[in-house]
Every structure is written in C-alpha cells, then in structure tokens.
Nanobody, 119 residues
Framework: QVQLVESGGGLVQPGGSLRLSCAASGRTFSGYRMAWFRQFPGKGRVSVAAINWSDSSTDYIDSVKGRFTISIDKAKNTVFLQMNSLKPEDTAVYYC????????????WGQGTQVTVSS
C-alpha cells in the first residue's frame, strides 16, 4: 500500500514563499501522475498543479501560473510544490494526490497541510 506524507505548510505573510513536500512510501512505488490540490472551507478539492512521473510534464491552473512550481525528486519518491508570491486567496488546506495508472482517478491522498497567507 502506497502512503503519501506531506509537510511544509504554515503561516506566511502576503508575498512570501512556502515549499510543500509529499513523500511516497510503501510497496515498490510506480505512479503515473501526482498533483497538488487545495480545498477551501465548504468546497471540494481542486487541482492546482500536476506532474507526470515519467516525463515530468506539468499543468497548472491559471491563478497559480508563474507563482507555483511543481517538481519531482525521483530518487526520493517526493513531489514538491514551491509557492512564491503568495496571496491571501491561496489560504487553504493543500493535499497531494496520486494516480497510479492512466486508468485510475486520484485515489491515494496525503493527510493535508494548512497554508495560511495573512499579515
């Protein structure tokens, strides 16, 4: 069973930066695609950045393009989300999610980490 463990959330002032990490562990890991989602209170999870494990191709939602960067350290089975120029509207709980194969939905999740952007 693959497990995802997140770290790196916290409180930051507007304009500041945070880096989130998501480490995959468990049985021999071989995934298709990983993504960072965020969830606002009372709302569903929305993918903000995604990356293919094989070729590191990426996708972002428009509101984070140019500010967030998703990347992989394959040797450590870890995905990062570097968040720069943070805004109060980025405040949310952030989750990493995994699709094991192209046929799978995102069905393996980390525990979530709170990101709060406030002065």
């Amino acid at each position: 069973q693959v497990q995802l463990v997140e770290s790196g959330g916290g409180l930051v002032q507007p304009g500041g930066s945070l880096r989130l990490s998501c480490a995959a562990s468990g049985r021999t890991f071989s995934g298709y695609r990983m993504a960072w989602f965020r969830q606002f209170p009372g709302k569903g999870r929305v993918s903000v950045a995604a990356i293919n494990w094989s070729d590191s191709s990426t996708d972002y939602i428009d509101s984070v393009k140019g500010r967030f960067t998703i990347s992989i350290d394959k040797a450590k089975n870890t995905v990062f989300l570097q968040m720069n120029s943070l805004k109060p509207e980025d405040t949310a709980v952030y989750y990493c999610g995994l699709r094991n194969t192209i046929a799978d939905p995102y069905n393996i999740w980390g525990q979530g980490t709170q990101v709060t952007v406030s002065s």
